[in-house]
């Protein structure tokens, strides 16, 4: 599965436009007042102005080329970027995926990975830069019922349960791109946090049109 888009909330436009945009080097597509449009290798990444006065915070992950898990965590440390530790470590192997990641946090304290899978084609041996974020891969969606989201994302969409027991967590999609489903009360990997269900909007590359809309109205996603 690839993401074609994902856009989230924000507070903080200044923030975060230098973030993605100085910091990290990701093009900047649109500047508007109410709505920022970034380049992240094959996914646009937008921001726009959260509707309430809510401070919304999410997880999203970006794929790195396979070979270049170490020069990532230098490049990112260089720019200033704190890498989240726990246990007096930064980097976090999923062995059952045959990945690698480390995460940070962006000023709206998203939590923010950048993951190396070991499967997927794609080393390089160019030095490592923003051009290396290749995509989107990962987008969390807390839900009051796992069970019954998965159901439905997985026959609107026909995606396949990846990796997690369909309960309280379940991965939807493959090695490219995965939609987290978990329970809203079920803290976030690795930093414990509680999710926040937020304002989000996830497309997604397929043959087929569809739509499922989540939480109320909070969530929607779409294939194009």
């Not at 509707?51 to 970006?62: L, R």
């Not at 939609?179 to 937020?198: A, C, E, N, S, T």
């Not at 499922?212 to 779409?222: F, K, S």
């Amino acid at each position: 599965m690839k993401f074609s888009k994902v856009l989230l909330s924000t507070q903080q436009f200044e923030a975060i436009k230098g973030f993605y945009g100085s910091l990290l080097g990701l093009d900047v597509l649109e500047d508007q007042p109410s709505q920022l449009l970034f380049q992240a290798g094959s996914t646009i990444l937008a921001f726009r102005k959260a509707s309430s006065q809510d401070q919304p915070y999410y997880h999203i992950a970006f794929t790195i080329p396979a070979n270049k898990f170490s020069e990532a965590k230098q490049w990112v440390s260089e720019r200033g970027i704190a890498l989240f530790s726990k246990d007096g470590q930064n980097e976090f192997l999923f062995e059952n995926w045959n990945a690698s990641a480390f995460y940070f946090y962006d000023p709206d304290g998203n939590l923010i990975e950048f993951i190396a899978h070991h499967t997927l084609n794609n080393t390089t041996d160019e030095a490592f830069g923003s051009k290396n974020l290749l995509c989107i891969s990962e987008i969390g969606l807390p839900v009051d019922n796992v069970s019954q989201v998965v159901k439905e994302l997985t026959e609107t969409f026909r995606l396949r349960l990846w990796s997690g027991d369909g309960q309280q967590f379940a991965a939807l999609g493959d090695a490219e791109g995965r939609l987290i489903v978990v329970d809203k009360h079920r803290p976030w990997f690795p930093d414990g946090r509680i999710p926040g269900v937020f304002d989000t909007r996830v497309s997604i590359e397929g043959t087929d049109s569809a739509r499922v809309v989540l939480q109320n109205g909070l969530y929607e996603l779409r294939s194009t």
